[in-house]
């Protein structure tokens, strides 16, 4: 792509205040600026109001917008099912999709009693369209249907799309620039004081080819722009603010459009706007730079600045470059200050467009996900409106180098900002939207003295789609002005409210610190950090750059020894410390480490090789792990929380500090004593972490740190008969080999082992490819691929597999890869020279086996071990011959079914993560149901789990569970026992496991207590979270466990046996005919109840049971009455097994409800919400 030379870089200086400053000072002072504002708020009133009537009388023709979301606001389901329809119906290429997503929207929805306005045809047409499709369209989704079926489901289909084509016409002026300017051309018949700033609709590029395409788009538009122009003297517009104008969107021209991009953008952004701006200067039309996100402002006031100076140089005469300005930012008070002092020190004159803002949603869920101080953003809406008030009248002040333009469609606000333009003789302009506000300004307009200019998008129905949802989303809550325009339930005088008489307490929202408090947890949330606040990142890089890596000891074997012999002599005092001093200690630990997040990130960066950003998350983590373990044990008190002894904590390379630090704490505030053995990759990290427990108040001799490898120093310990437990993070392989040792020592030792996973993706074809992509970068590329939940497998349906290939080629040309200490960096390098060799080995296979479809390209030749990101195409899964840790990708095409897919990828034997990629609600749900997969994602990246919100961990070759930060991890490193609680109600039960827990109270009557204690335990639970996602932990039944009896268990079979068959198993009961007897006469009253196929009875004596542990259908087992030595030849043989490690429970493990998690699978189900658009629920409950 051709460009102007780069200009000069305008240096990063924090320009503006603090973006996170307590919001309540800030409205205080906004609000102080505004008195003479409120003292004449009754004039506005008097001035809006009879606009209000007369719109009200005048309203609006049924398929207009406001009468839509009228009708079905995005409070009722009506209204969500039109929304997600328009966000992705006209993009499915493939009418058996279409048919499905129609019918699951339209299938949640009650269109017919939802109409209850004065548009009564507008009800009935949808009454008539959703009986139809309740008649015709398939029940599950893509389903059979005869021929008139599939011929009645196509016909509503049609429909459908057709509805939202019109819909979405509303709101486009034309298809392409010289159809929109034929429309503004009529338009201006009517109403002659009309001008048009031309939006060409487009999200932000993700490739080049993207970028190039926006590119053209708006060299086209200014070149049909200026040509309106040729007649008038000079060929150019008289003045801009007379003139028809274009707003650009930078992140459209630039792929990577970010702070930490910084000299990318003004290498190649920069020039290409720099284009656009001569165009626009020559033919003296009005161009203005679009907002953009918070993360953005200050880099976007740094490129406008730099175009200004240009200006300055090349056009001083001009007075059409123009910047939107966003009042729900905390800052943009400020933003009017700074462009006016630019322009004075420039000796220029800029436009300047106030408008509310379009990303209060997604801003809200970024500060709450990364932790951040306060909200960017104002909480409450009325705050915004005062900010915009405060911003107009700062505007008119500076009217001698800003010509103010008000974007506002609210009666009230439009009068305010009259009556203050007049009082302050400034010109100015208002602003509305195309296919919005029209009744309002058909009343405004009527003063002939009131200029006003429509945003008109253009563009083709493909490009509208994320435009439509967002004018959906702010004007479908309830709390919009154009909401409560059409509802005449609210009175005109609370619809014209003075903003400056609701200020409230703020924020609306839970601080980001407080998430969890907000949702009942008592845990704080843990701090974290903007990357693009250069006040923020200036300590992170400073420590970054003065970290140097020290040595740390390696153990020898007798330092094992003694260390061992140290942790069981110091296992009596800590293990009888009660809990809440033992979760005291861990909350000091917390927050020393969160206070230390600059030392830490600079540790991790120098030898983990992480990136800046992936250092943060990784403290975050940890801190997250101390205080929600903490808690966890605290609840469950000191009666629960009774150590095993010495435990064996043997972490990874790949996060260092969280895992570790995980590991290690869930170990000791369960009473237990710890031994760590840290990956010899990155010691001096888990030194660190040690320090600051010992600092906090964990006892010398209640933890010690071996650094050394795993074969010496880790088989030791694992092989050291005082070992009461192992918890191990790493490959399959090994996990292997620990269990078979310490089957083989005998006892009932533990291991929870959290391993590897081919971890797949599924996309079908009525997923948005900009997601989709966003999410498969992250996933699989983030961190060089070196996590255990990286993604592996992209399988997408072949009607959309092109765009999403090629977009993903695309995507991987924009990484940066390199110096993980340069912020600049997307992929860093590779772990050590070991790992780069075998994945280099495997990559070279794939040359020769799969089709290439990109690879990146290395940036920095100076770094070692630097592995390009590359993707591969493959025919079949079975050419995922392993898991390849590091960043490579696999793509898969299906077709058919999705069903089939998940079956495919379960067929895989590993179970960690998995993502879904659809609109489909139903789709989505059974998919999950279907996939024996720890951690599945709905319509989001696959990696990053949230402690205490996506707990994290796989079933089959991926792990034994129970997950690390969940509710259910503790109680694998007590000590089982019998422990009072609280029975469930049986009408508190879902009706199939109350059912259940019925019928196995009545044959069961002696277990009926223990049942009713763990059922709860199998509910599933909602956590909280960032707002935009639904996050919960759902528990199925293994599959097939057999219980092993001996003729000596007398009655101790029933406790497993109940826990077993409670979480849904079928149970083959094992065992001599003499110790079968009564549970064949259980089996008999089971049938009775017809739950006989619950369990089974198979008479074989005790030697031949080590077969019944080699059956391949076996997803659990359960010994009874069953002595040591025995019982250690049943754990080498389990553990000898091929596939998945597998629970062999103990019967007095039994005693305990909670041990019912032994016998099912955990599956944490995160759906982000937000995906069609924006946070519907969020939005709807604005205040």
């Given at each position: 792509?051709?460009?102007?030379?780069a200009?000069?870089?305008?240096?990063?200086?924090?320009?503006?205040?603090?973006?996170y400053?307590?919001?309540?000072?800030?409205?205080a002072?906004?609000?102080?600026?505004?008195?003479?504002v409120r003292?004449?708020?009754?004039?506005v009133?008097?001035?809006?109001?009879?606009?209000?009537?007369?719109?009200?009388?005048?309203?609006?023709p049924?398929?207009?917008?406001?009468?839509?979301?009228?009708?079905?606001?995005?409070?009722?389901?009506?209204?969500?099912?039109?929304?997600?329809?328009?966000?992705?119906?006209?993009?499915?290429?493939?009418?058996?999709?279409?048919?499905?997503?129609?019918?699951?929207?339209?299938?949640?929805?009650d269109?017919?009693?939802?109409?209850?306005?004065?548009?009564?045809?507008?009800?009935?047409l949808?009454a008539?369209?959703?009986?139809?499709s309740?008649?015709?369209?398939?029940?599950?989704?893509?389903?059979?249907?005869?021929?008139l079926?599939?011929?009645?489901s196509?016909t509503?289909?049609?429909?459908?799309?057709?509805?939202?084509?019109?819909?979405?016409?509303?709101?486009?002026?034309?298809?392409?620039?010289?159809?929109a300017?034929?429309?503004a051309?009529?338009?201006?018949?009517?109403i002659?004081?009309?001008?048009?700033?031309?939006?060409m609709?487009?999200?932000?590029?993700?490739?080049?080819?993207?970028?190039?395409?926006?590119?053209?788009?708006?060299?086209?538009?200014?070149?049909?722009?200026a040509?309106?122009?040729?007649?008038?003297?000079?060929?150019?517009?008289?003045?801009?603010?007379?003139?028809?104008?274009?707003?650009?969107?930078?992140?459209a021209?630039?792929?990577?459009?970010?702070?930490?991009?910084?000299?990318?953008?003004?290498?190649?952004?920069v020039?290409?706007?720099?284009?656009?701006?001569?165009?626009?200067?020559?033919?003296?039309?009005?161009?203005?730079?679009?907002?953009?996100?918070?993360?953005?402002?200050?880099?976007s006031?740094?490129?406008?600045?730099?175009?200004?100076q240009?200006?300055?140089?090349?056009?001083?005469?001009?007075?059409?470059?123009?910047?939107?300005?966003?009042?729900?930012?905390?800052?943009?008070?400020?933003?009017?200050?700074?462009v006016a002092?630019?322009?004075?020190?420039?000796?220029?004159?800029?436009?300047?467009?106030?408008?509310?803002?379009?990303?209060?949603d997604?801003?809200?869920?970024?500060?709450?996900?990364?932790?951040?101080a306060?909200?960017?953003?104002?909480?409450?809406k009325a705050?915004?409106?005062?900010?915009?008030l405060?911003?107009?009248q700062?505007?008119?002040?500076?009217?001698?180098?800003?010509?103010?333009?008000?974007?506002?469609h609210?009666?009230?606000?439009?009068?305010?900002?009259?009556?203050?333009?007049r009082?302050?003789?400034?010109a100015f302009?208002m602003q509305?939207?195309?296919?919005?506000?029209?009744?309002?300004?058909?009343?405004?307009?009527?003063?002939?003295d009131?200029?006003?200019?429509?945003?008109?998008?253009?563009?083709?129905h493909?490009?509208?789609?994320?435009?439509?949802?967002?004018r959906?989303?702010?004007?479908?809550?309830?709390?919009?002005?154009?909401?409560q325009?059409?509802?005449?339930?609210?009175?005109?005088?609370?619809?014209?409210?003075?903003?400056?008489?609701?200020?409230?307490?703020?924020?609306?929202?839970?601080?980001?610190?407080?998430?969890?408090?907000?949702?009942?947890?008592?845990?704080?949330?843990s701090?974290?950090?903007?990357?693009?606040?250069?006040?923020?990142?200036?300590?992170?890089?400073?420590?970054?750059?003065?970290?140097?890596?020290?040595?740390?000891?390696?153990?020898?074997?007798?330092?094992?020894?003694?260390?061992?012999v140290?942790?069981?002599?110091?296992?009596?005092?800590?293990?009888?410390?009660?809990?809440?001093?033992?979760?005291?200690v861990?909350?000091?630990?917390?927050?020393?480490?969160?206070?230390?997040?600059?030392?830490?990130?600079?540790?991790?960066?120098?030898?983990?090789?992480?990136?800046?950003?992936?250092?943060?998350?990784?403290?975050?983590?940890?801190?997250?792990?101390?205080?929600?373990?903490?808690?966890?044990?605290?609840?469950?008190?000191?009666?629960?929380?009774?150590?095993?002894?010495?435990?064996?904590?043997?972490?990874?390379?790949?996060?260092?500090?969280?895992?570790?630090?995980?590991?290690?704490?869930?170990?000791?505030?369960?009473?237990?004593?710890?031994?760590?053995?840290?990956?010899e990759?990155?010691?001096?990290?888990?030194?660190?972490?040690?320090?600051?427990?010992?600092?906090?108040?964990?006892?010398?001799?209640?933890?010690?740190?071996?650094?050394?490898?795993?074969?010496?120093?880790?088989a030791?310990?694992?092989?050291?008969?005082?070992?009461a437990?192992?918890?191990?993070t790493?490959?399959?392989q090994?996990a292997?080999?620990?269990?078979?040792?310490?089957?083989?020592?005998?006892?009932?030792r533990?291991l929870?082992?959290?391993?590897?996973?081919?971890?797949?993706m599924?996309?079908?074809?009525?997923?948005?490819?900009?997601?989709?992509?966003?999410?498969?970068?992250?996933?699989?590329?983030?961190?060089a691929?070196?996590?255990?939940?990286?993604?592996?497998?992209?399988?997408?349906?072949?009607?959309?597999?092109?765009g999403?290939?090629?977009?993903?080629?695309?995507?991987?040309?924009?990484?940066?890869?390199?110096?993980p200490?340069?912020?600049?960096?997307?992929?860093?390098?590779?772990?050590?020279?070991?790992?780069?060799?075998?994945?280099?080995?495997?990559?070279?296979?794939?040359?020769?086996?799969?089709?290439?479809?990109?690879e990146?390209?290395?940036?920095?030749g100076?770094?070692?071990?630097?592995?390009?990101?590359?993707?591969f195409e493959?025919?079949?899964?079975?050419?995922?011959?392993?898991?390849i840790?590091?960043?490579v990708?696999?793509?898969?095409r299906?077709?058919?079914?999705?069903?089939?897919?998940i079956?495919r990828?379960?067929?895989?034997?590993?179970g960690?993560?998995?993502?879904?990629?659809?609109?489909?609600?139903?789709?989505?749900e059974?998919l999950a149901?279907?996939?024996?997969?720890?951690?599945?994602?709905?319509?989001?990246?696959?990696?990053?789990a949230?402690?205490?919100?996506?707990?994290?961990?796989?079933?089959?070759?991926?792990?034994?569970?129970?997950?690390?930060?969940?509710?259910?991890?503790?109680?694998?490193?007590?000590?089982p026992q019998?422990?009072?609680?609280?029975?469930?109600?049986?009408?508190?039960?879902?009706?199939?496991?109350?059912?259940?827990?019925?019928?196995?109270?009545?044959?069961?009557?002696?277990?009926?207590?223990?049942?009713?204690?763990?059922?709860?335990?199998?509910?599933?639970?909602?956590l909280?979270?960032p707002t935009?996602?639904?996050?919960?932990?759902r528990?199925?039944?293994r599959g097939?466990v057999?219980?092993?009896?001996?003729?000596e268990?007398?009655?101790?079979?029933?406790?497993?046996?109940?826990?077993a068959?409670l979480?849904?198993?079928?149970?083959t009961?094992?065992?001599?005919p003499?110790?079968?007897k009564?549970?064949?006469?259980?089996?008999?009253?089971?049938?009775?109840?017809?739950?006989?196929?619950?369990?089974?009875?198979?008479?074989?004596?005790?030697?031949?049971w080590?077969?019944w542990?080699?059956?391949?259908?076996?997803?659990?087992?359960?010994?009874?009455g069953?002595?040591?030595a025995?019982q250690?030849?049943?754990?080498?043989?389990l553990?000898?097994?091929?596939?998945?490690?597998?629970?062999?429970?103990?019967?007095?493990d039994?005693?305990?409800?909670?041990q019912?998690?032994r016998?099912?699978?955990?599956?944490?189900?995160?759906?982000?919400?937000?995906?069609?658009?924006?946070?519907?629920?969020?939005?709807?409950g604005?205040?």
């Amino acid at each position: 792509m051709s460009a102007l030379p780069a200009l000069p870089v305008v240096p990063e200086i924090q320009r503006l205040p603090d973006p996170y400053r307590d919001e309540n000072a800030l409205v205080a002072a906004l609000v102080a600026e505004l008195s003479a504002v409120r003292a004449d708020w009754s004039q506005v009133i008097a001035q809006a109001g009879p606009w209000v009537e007369q719109v009200r009388q005048n309203p609006a023709p049924f398929w207009a917008m406001e009468s839509l979301l009228r009708e079905y606001p995005i409070t009722r389901p009506e209204g969500l099912a039109l929304m997600r329809l328009a966000e992705a119906l006209l993009r499915v290429p493939d009418a058996e999709t279409a048919i499905a997503l129609t019918a699951d929207q339209l299938g949640r929805a009650d269109f017919d009693s939802a109409g209850d306005g004065p548009h009564k045809m507008l009800s009935s047409l949808s009454a008539a369209a959703i009986s139809l499709s309740k008649k015709f369209l398939p029940e599950e989704d893509g389903g059979g249907g005869g021929l008139l079926g599939r011929m009645g489901s196509k016909t509503v289909v049609a429909a459908t799309v057709r509805a939202i084509q019109l819909l979405g016409r509303q709101f486009v002026l034309g298809r392409n620039i010289d159809e929109a300017q034929g429309e503004a051309a009529s338009a201006r018949k009517n109403i002659p004081q009309l001008t048009f700033s031309y939006d060409m609709l487009g999200e932000g590029a993700r490739t080049e080819h993207d970028a190039e395409r926006y590119l053209a788009s708006y060299r086209n538009a200014i070149a049909r722009i200026a040509a309106r122009f040729q007649h008038l003297p000079g060929g150019r517009a008289a003045s801009p603010m007379q003139a028809d104008g274009i707003s650009i969107k930078l992140s459209a021209l630039f792929t990577r459009y970010e702070v930490l991009q910084r000299e990318r953008v003004f290498a190649t952004l920069v020039p290409r706007v720099q284009g656009l701006v001569d165009a626009a200067a020559a033919a003296n039309m009005n161009l203005t730079i679009d907002a953009e996100e918070v993360d953005r402002l200050e880099l976007s006031l740094d490129v406008f600045e730099a175009l200004a100076q240009h200006i300055a140089a090349k056009h001083p005469q001009w007075q059409g470059f123009g910047l939107a300005v966003q009042a729900y930012q905390g800052r943009a008070r400020a933003v009017v200050d700074e462009v006016a002092a630019l322009a004075r020190r420039l000796n220029l004159r800029f436009m300047v467009r106030l408008v509310k803002g379009a990303y209060w949603d997604g801003e809200i869920k970024r500060a709450q996900e990364l932790g951040l101080a306060a909200y960017p953003v104002f909480t409450h809406k009325a705050h915004t409106d005062v900010s915009y008030l405060a911003c107009a009248q700062a505007l008119l002040a500076h009217k001698d180098v800003i010509y103010p333009q008000f974007a506002s469609h609210n009666a009230g606000t439009i009068a305010a900002i009259l009556r203050m333009a007049r009082a302050a003789g400034a010109a100015f302009e208002m602003q509305r939207l195309h296919g919005m506000g029209e009744g309002i300004y058909r009343e405004v307009l009527k003063q002939p003295d009131v200029p006003c200019r429509v945003y008109a998008p253009v563009g083709e129905h493909r490009d509208l789609l994320a435009y439509l949802v967002r004018r959906l989303l702010e004007n479908g809550a309830n709390s919009s002005f154009v909401h409560q325009l059409a509802d005449p339930q609210v009175a005109v005088p609370e619809l014209l409210g003075c903003p400056l008489e609701d200020v409230r307490p703020a924020p609306t929202q839970p601080l980001p610190s407080q998430l969890y408090r907000a949702a009942g947890d008592q845990r704080l949330n843990s701090t974290g950090a903007d990357l693009a606040d250069p006040a923020q990142r200036a300590p992170l890089a400073a420590a970054v750059a003065a970290t140097q890596v020290q040595a740390v000891p390696l153990a020898s074997p007798t330092d094992v020894q003694d260390a061992v012999v140290r942790l069981q002599g110091g296992f009596k005092a800590w293990s009888e410390t009660p809990v809440a001093q033992r979760a005291a200690v861990l909350r000091r630990a917390a927050d020393a480490m969160d206070a230390q997040l600059a030392p830490l990130c600079g540790l991790l960066v120098k030898e983990a090789h992480k990136t800046l950003a992936d250092c943060v998350a990784e403290v975050r983590e940890a801190v997250d792990f101390l205080r929600y373990y903490a808690d966890e044990a605290e609840s469950a008190g000191d009666a629960a929380m009774q150590g095993r002894g010495v435990f064996v904590c043997i972490s990874p390379w790949n996060f260092p500090l969280a895992i570790f630090a995980g590991q290690v704490v869930a170990a000791l505030v369960a009473g237990n004593t710890v031994a760590a053995k840290p990956a010899e990759q990155t010691p001096a990290v888990a030194a660190a972490c040690v320090r600051l427990l010992h600092e906090a108040g964990v006892p010398e001799d209640a933890l010690v740190l071996l650094n050394g490898a795993g074969e010496t120093v880790g088989a030791a310990l694992v092989a050291h008969p005082a070992t009461a437990g192992v918890c191990f993070t790493g490959s399959t392989q090994v996990a292997k080999i620990i269990h078979k040792t310490l089957a083989q020592s005998g006892g009932d030792r533990v291991l929870i082992a959290e391993t590897g996973g081919l971890n797949a993706m599924v996309v079908d074809s009525t997923a948005l490819p900009e997601q989709v992509v966003d999410a498969v970068v992250q996933s699989a590329f983030r961190s060089a691929g070196q996590r255990c939940s990286a993604l592996r497998l992209l399988c997408v349906h072949e009607a959309v597999a092109d765009g999403v290939i090629e977009m993903i080629k695309g995507a991987l040309a924009e990484l940066r890869v390199g110096d993980p200490a340069n912020l600049a960096t997307d992929v860093g390098p590779l772990i050590d020279a070991e790992a780069f060799t075998g994945i280099s080995a495997q990559v070279a296979r794939l040359h020769r086996e799969a089709q290439l479809i990109a690879e990146g390209r290395v940036q920095d030749g100076q770094v070692p071990n630097l592995l390009p990101p590359i993707a591969f195409e493959v025919r079949d899964m079975a050419e995922l011959k392993t898991e390849i840790f590091g960043p490579v990708l696999h793509v898969l095409r299906w077709k058919g079914e999705p069903d089939a897919v998940i079956e495919r990828i379960n067929a895989l034997g590993y179970g960690l993560t998995l993502g879904i990629q659809t609109r489909i609600d139903t789709r989505a749900e059974r998919l999950a149901d279907l996939a024996a997969i720890g951690n599945v994602y709905v319509n989001r990246n696959i990696i990053g789990a949230v402690v205490g919100v996506q707990p994290f961990g796989g079933e089959g070759l991926s792990g034994t569970g129970p997950k690390a930060g969940g509710p259910n991890y503790l109680w694998r490193f007590v000590r089982p026992q019998a422990l009072p609680g609280r029975p469930a109600a049986a009408s508190a039960l879902p009706e199939a496991l109350a059912t259940r827990l019925r019928i196995l109270q009545s044959v069961l009557p002696d277990q009926a207590t223990l049942m009713a204690q763990a059922a709860p335990r199998l509910l599933t639970q909602a956590l909280p979270g960032p707002t935009g996602e639904r996050n919960e932990l759902r528990l199925h039944p293994r599959g097939h466990v057999v219980g092993l009896v001996s003729a000596e268990a007398g009655a101790g079979w029933r406790a497993p046996l109940a826990l077993a068959l409670l979480a849904g198993n079928r149970v083959t009961l094992v065992g001599a005919p003499a110790a079968l007897k009564p549970c064949c006469e259980l089996r008999s009253q089971l049938q009775s109840q017809g739950a006989g196929e619950w369990l089974a009875c198979q008479d074989h004596e005790p030697g031949q049971w080590t077969e019944w542990l080699s059956h391949a259908a076996l997803d659990a087992a359960f010994v009874a009455g069953v002595g040591a030595a025995h019982q250690a030849a049943l754990r080498s043989a389990l553990a000898a097994r091929a596939g998945a490690i597998l629970p062999l429970v103990v019967e007095s493990d039994a005693l305990q409800a909670q041990q019912v998690i032994r016998f099912a699978a955990e599956q944490t189900l995160t759906v982000n919400t937000a995906a069609a658009g924006g946070n519907a629920a969020l939005l709807a409950g604005l205040q």
